[in-house]
């Protein structure tokens, strides 16, 4: 199917045909749920999740997914959450390319790697994801699968196009984005850009949020190539992301820099399919805490350079037998990171963050699955051994001052250069060369018990690696992954990987014009990595982080254990050929088990409710939101409580012809004025919101969007 990619209504699959498709014959018991452009077909025939192609984060279209959610610490930076977890927990892949971003704090998130305007679709497993969906998949998984180039098989060349224009007036952003598919023969290419800009947004009681503004820009191109049976592409992806606001966050951004390279291909080995993929990911991030924020004190600008580049490499073998499908496959994950700390208006100043990190991943799954009777059986396994490795760090602050006699009394106050010394000494001295190895194991049945009704079980065992955050942030400092508590944190290189055991039951009923599918999980996860206040034996690091970062409740990367439960529903009422009523509700809960706590920054319950009217060449939504309070908080993370609230968007899209099309409507229709519980504090001093107050969102926004194809 051709798509105009700015008509942007979006599917929510039913849940009894939305399955994750391992080739074209065959498909699995793992329920997907999956967002996708739609042309020509009519709305009102699905249930609605929402999006806008002019979106500057792909962040925003988990919202309106069942269990999904974001971690919002600026306009370009959300955090995927799914039931409960986020960040490293969510393996994230574009076009099955892990993306592993520069960014020690997250603000290159996965999803920025990629523009609203290119994808095809996002697809969210629900419930527990297959082995085959990434390597690390304890919270789920991401997949967004982007438009390719597409080959015609003329002798003619054939020349396809389309254009958005896209504005937004609370914030005065604007998106100019536009792709031209070319296709002759066997030969295809795809060339695309995308520009965005925006100022600072204000919220409901009018307070100018600073600073929110972004600037972003992303080019690429996509070749396809079909050589009898087989198919072969290479694809570029730039991004060059400028000023960005991250008031959650202690540094906004300078610049992101990033190179992305893909190639694939797929084709027949005798009786095997053969699908590989190997990509490249090279990027160069600045970040500072002067350039957008004020910082009056010139001894305190800081400014972090960190680099990353990741290479990754995947094949996968499928075959059908007669004892059912049968997938083998092969993925490596090599990543390096390194960060450096400077303060441009003292050049002697300069920390060694992160020094030639090493995080490498490789791992061998297999897949079976088979229709046995009504129920269809899926069962997979994964072997992975994770290797990581750190070089010396160094501080200039350590040679600032020599260390103190080590006759010294316990209670004498060291100075700063002594603290930097010890730490820089306890670190580089440790054997910091760690390898695990783990399996993961998921099994999953959908049974049809009639023709309305049909029963999902599943259960798995997870484990996750620890980040290279939490094994080597070797002083007190913020570089968390994008926690954003506030907490300045130290790592931990003996931290154990995390196993999770999960359960997942969900019954879908369709029937004439009405479907539910309520979904229940629960996972007992096993050494979860959490921070945890620091002990009197780590005095360094504790006086570290009151005298740099006036933090009296520094923390250490732990393991610990918890659990989290909950449910998640979708649901759908057609009233008539016009209009259809549906929705999602979503809850969680995580709690520590080993002492009596809540899991950090958990969504509350939440739902939506969505009346659509579909008559062509007019749609139009209404959407209510409501959010609980959340008094569920982690008392570690010194978590603050939230209050409920409700939303009331609404928006219409209109076909002037099949090649133009007008869309437009207006969030948050009431202008409330509230807080997210997800949305971070904030962290800019001589700001409207005082600091370590909850960041308010977005007040009344109006938006359009025209689209041109041709």
């Not at 540094?251 to 190179?259: F, G, K, L, Q, V």
């Not at 095997?272 to 090279?282: A, I, P, V």
């Not at 978590?639 to 899209?653: A, C, D, R």
């Amino acid at each position: 199917m051709r798509f105009s990619i700015s008509l942007v209504t979006f599917a929510l699959l039913p849940l009894s045909e939305a399955c994750f498709a391992t080739n074209d014959n065959h498909t699995t018991s793992i329920e997907v749920i999956t967002i996708q452009h739609q042309r020509n077909d009519n709305p009102i025939e699905q249930s609605f999740a929402k999006g806008q192609t002019s979106e500057v984060d792909l962040a925003h279209w988990l919202s309106s997914l069942p269990g999904a959610n974001i971690n919002r610490n600026g306009p370009i930076t959300g955090i995927a959450q799914y039931r409960g977890l986020f960040g490293d927990r969510i393996a994230t892949t574009i076009n099955g390319q892990p993306i592993i971003g520069a960014g020690p704090n997250a603000m290159d998130t996965p999803l920025s790697y990629s523009t609203p305007l290119l994808v095809d679709s996002m697809t969210v497993y629900r419930g527990i994801a297959p082995v085959s969906a990434g390597i690390d998949t304890l919270g789920g998984a991401i997949n967004i699968e982007s438009r390719k180039a597409q080959i015609d098989d003329t002798a003619n060349l054939v020349v396809e196009s389309d254009l958005l224009f896209g504005y937004r007036s609370n914030n005065q952003a604007t998106t100019v984005s536009g792709i031209t598919n070319l296709s002759k023969n066997e030969f295809a290419l795809l060339a695309y850009v995308n520009q965005q800009q925006g100022e600072h947004f204000k919220s409901g009681d009018k307070t100018r949020i600073k600073p929110t503004e972004f600037d972003k820009t992303q080019v690429g191109a996509d070749v396809r190539l079909n050589v009898d049976e087989s198919e072969f592409g290479f694809g570029y992806h730039y991004t060059d992301t400028g000023d960005s606001g991250t008031p959650a966050l202690p540094m906004d951004i300078e610049y992101i820099r990033s190179h992305r390279v893909a190639l694939d291909g797929h084709q027949q080995l005798m009786n095997w399919q053969f699908d590989w993929s190997f990509g490249y990911l090279d990027a160069d991030h600045e970040m500072t805490n002067f350039l957008l924020r004020t910082n009056k004190d010139p001894k305190k600008h800081r400014r972090n350079t960190a680099l990353a580049d990741t290479t990754d490499l995947q094949f996968v073998l499928s075959r059908q037998l007669n004892s059912g499908l049968l997938s083998l496959g092969y993925d490596s994950v090599l990543s390096t990171h390194d960060s450096i700390i400077t303060n441009p208006n003292n050049a002697m100043f300069k920390v060694l963050n992160f020094n030639n990190v090493k995080d490498n991943k490789f791992s061998l799954f297999a897949e079976w699955q088979q229709h046995i009777a009504d129920t269809q059986v899926h069962i997979g396994a994964r072997l992975k051994h994770n290797k990581s490795n750190a070089g010396v760090v160094s501080s200039s602050m350590a040679t600032m001052t020599m260390p103190h006699s080590s006759t010294h009394h316990q209670d004498d106050m060291p100075n700063m250069g002594e603290l930097a010394h010890n730490l820089q000494h306890d670190f580089n001295t440790q054997n910091r060369k760690v390898d695990d190895t783990k399996i993961d194991v998921v099994l999953s049945t959908q049974t049809q018990f009639s023709t309305p009704l049909s029963l999902y079980f599943g259960v798995g065992l997870k484990h996750r690696a620890p980040s290279y955050q939490e094994r080597y942030l070797w002083t007190p400092m913020e570089a968390t992954g994008g926690l954003a508590d506030g907490h300045t944190y130290i790592g931990n290189v003996n931290l154990k990987s995390e196993a999770a055991l999960q359960t997942n039951i969900g019954l879908s009923w369709h029937q004439n014009n009405f479907a539910l599918t309520p979904y229940v999980f629960y996972q007992r996860i096993d050494n979860y990595i959490q921070g945890t206040p620091l002990t009197m034996a780590q005095r360094d690091a504790k006086m570290m982080a009151k005298m740099m970062a006036k933090d009296d409740n520094p923390l250490q990367f732990n393991n610990v254990d918890a659990e989290l439960w909950g449910t998640d529903i979708t649901w759908q009422y057609k009233i008539n050929q016009q209009f259809a009523l549906s929705g999602i509700a979503s809850y969680v809960k995580g709690t520590r088990r080993d002492i009596s706590d809540n899991l950090y920054r958990v969504a509350p319950l939440n739902s939506q409710m969505t009346l659509s009217y579909s008559f062509a060449p007019i749609t139009a939504n209404i959407t209510f939101i409501a959010v609980a309070a959340q008094s569920k908080v982690s008392q570690t993370n010194t978590e603050k409580p939230t209050s409920g609230y409700g939303l009331l968007n609404v928006s219409t899209e209109y076909s002037l012809t099949n090649e133009i099309v007008l869309r437009g409507g207006i969030d948050n229709l009431l202008d409330r004025n509230y807080q997210n519980h997800l949305g971070g504090y904030n962290r800019v001093n001589f700001a409207d919101t005082p600091v370590m107050q909850r960041l308010p969102n977005e007040g009344i926004s109006a938006w359009l969007e025209a689209s041109f194809h041709f």
